[in-house]
């Protein structure tokens, strides 16, 4: 009977992830390293009633590259959402080459499990928006476009020197 449940479920979609991303970076620094770092948000929100736990998060991004756990930033290795909430992911990224990371927007991708299995799946974080002075129009820019530009900018304001 619980695997007749669990092949409707399935069927109707209800057991399949289904998360939409953004994607945000505050506090850029220099880390005890040298390195260039921005903390990274993912906002993920389960648009299904099945809780869906996020067990590892992966970028493919030329000129940024996640850095490893750290509790104290508030950085765990798995993040629980119930169905139908939201909940926000925080990792450190390194900025190694702000010329390097590309125009294109790129996948997150992502592994996760819910009650009745696991698997991997990839999202794109929705687009930054930069407007000039002037203009009205805000024009779109890929999220690791966003975040590496903040993050270079702030690098080289006044305040750093």
């Known amino acids: 009977m619980l695997a007749v449940a669990a092949a409707i ?8 992830p289904r998360a939409a991303w953004t994607a945000e970076a505050w506090l850029p620094h ?16 389960n648009e299904g009633p099945v809780p869906v736990t996020i067990t590892g998060i992966a970028l493919d991004v030329p000129g940024l590259r996640l850095l490893p756990l750290d509790a104290k930033n508030n950085e765990w290795a798995s993040v629980e959402v119930a169905g139908y909430e939201r909940d926000v ?5 390194h900025v190694g080459d702000c010329a ?9 991708r992502f592994t996760y499990r819910t009650p009745l299995w696991s698997g991997e799946s990839e999202a794109v974080p929705g687009a930054w928006h930069i407007s000039t002075p002037g203009e009205e129009d805000r024009v779109p820019l ?5 975040l590496a530009a903040q993050a270079c900018n702030e690098a080289v304001s006044d305040e750093w020197s």
């Not at 390097?100 to 997150?108: A, H, S």
């Open 9 to 16: 479920f399935s069927w109707a979609g209800a057991a399949t």
């Open 30 to 45: 220099r880390d005890d390293a040298g390195r260039l770092v921005t903390t990274m948000t993912l906002e993920v929100l």
């Open 89 to 93: 992911i925080y990792r450190t990224v």
């Open 100 to 108: 390097k990371v590309p125009r294109e927007p790129r996948p997150v």
């Open 142 to 146: 890929a999220w690791q476009r966003g």
